[in-house]
């Protein structure tokens, strides 16, 4: 057997996007050992085909560490972009007049093509149309069925195929392209954890993608529209966690507003008990140069005080020149954050009100008690996970051991803040349940001799879903001499 790999001293997540700079087997080794606790595979980028040795060099961990590795793919989404034009690129004027219409006939400095009819069906006087990220803006003047007449609020130079974002606009566009679905499809039959679903209008946009992965992967929802701000409440409900992606929020809404918003995203998903990532542009001069910028480093110091579950790096280690001092970083502040005496107080700054339920009153207890007693840990049996993510969502003082035969339970847990999870076979008695909650408490460094943990766990055993059990139990010398 595999020497049991300890805990990590944080709580909150790494995960790591990766990339040409980053895909090698030794490479995600190396990024897992500076810290990354999960892969981000972006589908945007390459084939399918490309993903495969990646996806396997990542689950090739699981026999190097003893530890299960946790898997994002993160699916490209609708995009939206301009036609091409006749000499690759013009030059937009600030207050002259540009049209948008069907026609595929390469464009020029007064029109050019827009291959996307839903705009046409939703567009209104006023509107704002986003260039390139926002670099450029346009001002809807009139339009017809197959033609909208702007004015050049912001100009600069446009080339062929530029992105285009519609802020002001609630598209019929399914969330799902069939580039998307052949992607999911992928996705599930490679048996990654959790599947990422771009450009989340309104909750329906999940109801699909929920149905296709068919319950072979948790379904993560990416906040980066207003529409889907307005309807936030209702689409963290119906997926298994958030993303606050604030590449795209940053374009469609003016900047000063992202970070009270990624509050609001951050405090919303941890009030559902729903695993939240911050993401984009964590550590973006990283990129280039091997040290951050203070800003950056107090970015990334802000999510891990508002109580992210995890933290994410896209460029910076997908195709950055310093992958693994990117990792390292963020690792270090993490750790820095954590070990501030007031870093506790203020992750409790969102009040997470327990429903009413046995399940969510004993992890609310368990939260409180371990304080009480001073217990190490909570140690958890589940099947499904949702014992691990109640509990999590109390942002207990202590590490969280979660204890599941599910191979694809443990696998989910890289997500979710303050968790070590273990698979390991399941029990059939209380007996038996408080022994193996000592033997693994010892063998993963969790707990040693002498300290107190609590255990948390449903009778009858085996079944989903019926946390009801919550017990104190002091750990002796002698405990790991019992089975596996």
């Known amino acids: ?153 912001v100009g600069g130079t446009l080339s062929n195929s530029k992105g285009l974002n519609v802020p002001d606009m609630i598209l019929p566009l399914a969330a799902l392209t069939e580039k998307d679905r052949s992607d999911l499809a992928f996705a599930v039959a490679q048996k990654v954890d959790w599947i990422a679903l771009s450009f989340v209008q309104r909750p329906e946009d999940l109801a699909e993608a929920r149905r296709l992965i068919g319950g072979g992967a948790a379904l993560l929802a990416k906040i980066e529209k207003p529409s889907a701000v307005a309807r936030l409440e209702e689409i963290v409900e119906a997926c298994d966690g958030v993303m606050v992606a604030r590449g795209d929020l940053g374009v469609e809404l003016p900047p000063q507003n992202v970070p009270p918003l990624q509050k609001r995203i951050v405090e919303t998903a941890r009030r559902q008990g729903r695993p939240v990532i911050v993401a984009t542009q964590m550590l973006e001069s990283m990129i280039t140069s091997p040290s951050p910028t203070r800003a950056e480093v107090s970015d990334v110091a802000t999510a891990v005080y508002d109580g992210a579950d995890a933290i994410m790096l896209s460029a910076e280690s997908a195709a950055g020149q310093w992958p693994i001092e990117s990792v390292t970083m963020m690792d270090a502040i993490a750790d820095s954050v954590e070990r501030d005496p007031a870093h506790g107080d203020r992750v409790h700054f969102t009040v997470t009100r327990p429903d009413p339920t046995t399940a969510d009153a004993l992890a609310e207890a ?76 010892l063998r993963h460094g969790i707990a040693k001799a002498g300290d ?33």
């Open 1 to 153: 057997m595999t020497k049991a790999m300890h805990p990590r001293s944080r709580k909150v997540r790494v995960l790591a996007t990766l990339g040409p700079a980053s895909n090698s087997p030794e490479m995600i080794a190396a990024l897992h050992a500076a810290g990354a606790d999960a892969f981000r595979i972006n589908m945007s980028h390459g084939d399918q085909e490309s993903k495969i040795p990646v996806i396997e060099a990542i689950r090739g961990l699981e026999k190097i560490t003893g530890r299960p590795t946790t898997i994002l793919a993160d699916l490209q989404g609708p995009k939206l972009r301009v036609g091409k034009f006749a000499d690759g690129k013009v030059v937009l004027e600030t207050g002259a007049k540009f049209i948008l219409d069907r026609d595929p006939a390469p464009g020029d400095a007064t029109r050019v093509e827009l291959p996307h009819r839903e705009i046409f069906e939703s567009v209104a006087q006023d509107a704002r149309l986003l260039l390139d990220d926002g670099k450029m803006v346009l001002r809807v003047t009139g339009y017809g069925a197959d033609w909208i007449e702007t004015r050049v609020e």
């Open 366 to 441: 368990a939260k409180s008690i371990a304080s009480t007693v001073s217990a190490t840990a909570i140690i958890c049996f589940t099947m499904s996970g949702s014992t691990a993510r109640r509990i999590a969502r109390e942002r207990p003082s202590v590490p969280i051991l979660v204890l599941t035969p599910k191979m694809e339970t443990a696998r989910r847990m890289g997500l979710l803040w303050g968790t070590h999870a273990v698979h390991t076979r399941d029990v059939d008695s209380f007996e038996e349940m408080v022994a193996k909650a000592k033997r693994m408490a």
């Open 452 to 484: 107190r943990v609590i255990v948390c766990a449903g009778v009858p055993f085996g079944t989903p879903g019926s946390t009801n059990v919550l017990h104190v139990v002091t750990i002796v010398g002698d405990e790991l001499k019992g089975r596996h």
